[in-house]
């Protein structure tokens, strides 16, 4: 398995920027497909985007389509969530995994997952 440690989370105004980051260490990260997902107090967790090994097949939730951007960079072992017009139903504990499968939309094909970051979008 590959283990995975996100950063970048924090407290931004609706409407900004804000890019979290995983780094991924142990097996080869290039062979793994990539996902976030993210939680809110009280529901359950949810898709955001995933991207597969090669950086060439991306996809969103609706709800963050065309504001959010999923990416990669194989040569230093890091997926990156670029999280752009945030609202605050964006506010969640966000976390990356990672699937040895085939990319998914569901929680259960991820095998590796992080520790999670806090984002807060404040009015």
């Known amino acids: 398995q590959v283990q995975l440690v996100e950063s970048g989370g924090g407290l931004v105004q609706a409407g900004g920027s804000l890019r979290i980051s995983c780094a991924a260490s142990?097996?080869?990260?290039?062979?793994?497909?990539m996902g976030w997902f993210r939680q809110a107090p009280g529901k359950q967790r949810e898709f955001v985007a995933a991207i597969d090994w090669s950086g060439g097949a991306t996809y969103y939730a609706d709800s963050v389509k065309g504001r959010f951007t999923i990416s990669r960079d194989n040569a230093k072992n890091t997926v990156y969530l670029q999280m752009n017009s945030l609202k605050r139903e964006d506010t969640a504990v966000y976390y990356c995994?990672?699937?040895?499968?085939?990319?998914?939309?569901?929680?259960?094909?991820?095998?590796?997952w992080g520790q999670g970051t806090q984002v807060t979008v404040s009015s």
């Open positions: 142990g097996r080869t990260f290039s062979s793994y497909a």
């Open positions: 995994a990672a699937s040895e499968n085939h990319i998914a939309f569901i929680p259960s094909v991820y095998g590796s």
